[in-house]
């Protein structure tokens, strides 16, 4: 019945999501024309206070960079944007980034290269973490500055010259691979204007992660309801299981998350290893997870999955000899759970943790460690962050 019902307002609440997405679509902002004024803005900043485009006012040259936490376009040009505040120290420029995705309308799928989402509050982590040396201002409530500057993906740069007369928009660089970058077009709109004279090149391409404009929370709702229709099964494991279950034949990283149904912050702290597996799981991730439960307590294993909606591979002790089990993994595991263990596809422990998981500690471990084949060079941005080389 529970499922029926679910069901019926599923289709209810997608066909009314669907109709305001049709209809807020065709409302995505063309973006700011050359030559417009700067539209104006007062947005609360990480820093705790609220910042205005009149608070700028003294600077010859205004560059409005509208970027995000979760785009590894955007990380990527994290560096370049600190290194271009930090040039123009006391050259009468001023920059300011702004989040301008509404963060309900971001995927958990489409978070596969980040630690944090794009919530103001994780706009404070991801600055924190990075040493941001700009206001970092927050626009993904209303959306109503995204919609006056129409920023097209993430990063687009906007530079405004002394009467805030926009001079130039688009990309930071003309390749996101520094390597690869033979022309750095806002520096030199940047020196252009300081030096009185007209931008050569006023308008380029983009590329990077589109503006999740509030109409896309429809498609976050379809993909958690895809999740949860899909099957949750659990599978005895015994003394064999758990040796081949250490040495990870998966090819791929590999969480593995013990836990109990009686371990009040194995449960608590189990939505957030789901999370990681609906946010990493279409790369090379997976995640298994091993309920220290006795066999003849299966059912009830299962119905707290059931609960969690934990559509991964859940195993549970399959023999009363737990401790012969608990060795079969881990030798040196004392029996506490909840018990995180990470591991490299080649079966080298990344984290072993007795306690309830650092979720974002586990969360950089992962991206560090997940295999650069489809964005060269993140896996890089990521391995300097958490070990610092």
Not at 28 to 55: N, Q, R, S
Not at 59 to 64: I, T, Y
Not at 112 to 132: L, N, P, Q
Not at 223 to 241: C, N, R, Y
């Amino acid at each position: 019945m529970f499922h029926r019902t679910f069901g019926c307002l599923l289709i209810v609440i997608l066909a009314a999501g669907a109709a305001r997405a049709k209809l807020s679509a065709a409302e995505v902002p063309p973006t700011l024309a050359i030559g417009e004024p700067a539209p104006d803005f007062c947005l609360p900043g990480i820093d705790g206070k609220t910042h205005c485009l009149k608070d700028y006012a003294a600077a010859k040259v205004l560059v409005v960079i509208f970027t995000c936490n979760h785009c590894p376009t955007a990380q990527l040009y994290e560096t370049r944007i600190k290194q271009l505040v930090s040039d123009y120290q006391g050259r009468s420029v001023a920059f300011v980034a702004i989040q301008p995705n509404n963060p309900q309308a971001v995927r958990l799928d489409e978070l596969a290269y980040t630690d944090v989402g794009d919530s103001f509050e994780d706009m404070k982590i991801r600055a924190a973490y990075r040493h941001f040396n700009f206001p970092y201002l927050y626009d993904g409530e209303t959306q109503k500055v995204a919609r006056a500057y129409g920023p097209t993906a993430t990063p687009h740069v906007f530079i405004f010259d002394a009467a805030r007369k926009l001079r130039y928009e688009g990309r930071v660089d003309n390749n996101p691979r520094p390597q690869y970058v033979t022309r750095q077009d806002a520096r030199i709109a940047i020196d252009e204007l300081l030096a009185g004279k007209p931008v050569e090149v006023a308008s380029t391409p983009s590329v990077g992660c589109s503006t999740k404009w509030i109409y896309k929370e429809g498609s976050r709702v379809r993909a958690l309801a895809k999740i949860e229709s899909q099957p949750v099964t659990v599978t005895p494991a015994g003394v064999d299981d758990l040796k081949a279950l250490r040495k990870n034949p998966t090819g791929k990283l590999l969480l593995v998350d013990f836990w109990a149904t009686w371990c009040q912050p194995c449960v608590a702290e189990f939505p957030e290893f789901e999370t990681m597996y609906r946010m990493y799981g279409n790369r090379k991730f997976e995640l298994v997870t091993v309920s220290i439960n006795y066999p003849d307590e299966r059912a009830a294993v299962l119905d707290q999955l059931e609960k969690l909606h934990a559509t991964t591979r859940n195993l549970v002790f399959g023999s009363p000899e737990i401790y012969d089990l608990m060795a079969a993994f881990d030798p040196s595991w004392k029996g506490s759970v909840p018990y995180t263990v990470l591991l490299s596809p080649a079966g080298e422990v990344l984290y072993r943790h007795q306690a309830p998981a650092d979720v974002l500690e586990l969360r950089r471990l992962i991206i560090a460690n997940l295999p650069d084949d489809n964005y060269i060079g993140h896996q890089a941005y990521w391995h300097e962050a958490v070990y610092g080389k």
